[in-house]
């Protein structure tokens, strides 16, 4: 079994950065791939961004590239997801996941509770 417990969300305004953060207990937390989803209401859960339980790979969805950074620190049990330019469509609950690199939410082996983002104009 695998925790995963987020923090980090709240209210940004428009432009603004927030940093999410994730950090795992349980097994070994280098074994997997990290991948940030988001869900907004009435939409779809989407994946945000990917993380390869090496660290050399990475994946962005195409709206937050140039935008959103997911790195993660072996040694804390931890992932980020900096996000920066915030936009008003990038409010959703996010939630953190540990599974295949660039799972679908389908193939996630565990999730997190998830944490609410809301940008305001």
């Known amino acids: 079994q695998v925790q995963l417990v987020e923090s980090g969300g709240g209210l940004v305004q428009t432009g603004g950065s927030l940093r999410l953060s994730c950090t795992a207990s349980g097994r070994t937390f280098s074994n997997y791939g990290m991948t940030w989803f988001r869900q907004a209401p009435g939409k779809e859960r989407e994946i945000v961004a990917s993380v390869s339980w090496s660290g050399i790979s990475t994946y962005y969805t195409d709206s937050v590239k140039g935008r959103f950074t997911i790195s993660r620190d072996d040694a804390k049990n931890t992932v980020y997801l900096q996000m920066n330019t915030l936009k008003h469509e990038d409010e959703a609950v996010y939630y953190c996941?540990?599974?295949?690199?660039?799972?679908?939410?389908?193939?996630?082996?565990?999730w997190g509770q998830g944490t609410q983002v809301t940008v305001s104009s």
């Open positions: 996941a540990a599974g295949p690199y660039r799972s679908t939410s389908a193939h996630v082996q565990y």
